[in-house]
Nanobody
């Protein structure tokens, strides 16, 4: 089992920045990839950014150049640095480990 604990969401004005954190605990040896997804009201949950154990990253086109995913292996923590935030980035952001493990979600609200 893997447990994920997210933090760092909040309310920010357009153009501002936030950093999300996701601390993982439990049986982690089988987890090859972690990432962030988001879900806005009435919309499906979409991938935002992924990072593999080897450090390879992948981003949704809508966040390229503004968001950066990183990991601290010693702390089993994944971060999402979000800069130049836009109102359309408003969503609940979920941390994901592997294919089956999800965090509880953290709200990000960007005001115009």
């Amino acid at each position: 089992q893997v447990q994920l604990t997210e933090s760092g969401g909040g309310l920010v004005q357009a153009g501002g920045s936030l950093r999300l954190s996701c601390a993982a605990s439990g049986t982690l040896f089988s987890i090859y990839r972690m990432g962030w997804h988001r879900q806005a009201p009435g919309k499906q949950r979409d991938m935002v950014a992924l990072i593999t154990r080897g450090g390879d990253t992948n981003y949704a086109d809508s966040v390229k150049g503004r968001f950066t995913i990183s990991r601290d292996g010693a702390k089993n923590t994944v971060y999402l640095q979000m800069n130049s935030l836009k109102p359309e980035d408003t969503a609940v952001y979920y941390c994901r480990a592997g294919d089956n493990y999800w965090g509880q979600g953290t709200q990000v609200t960007v005001s115009s």
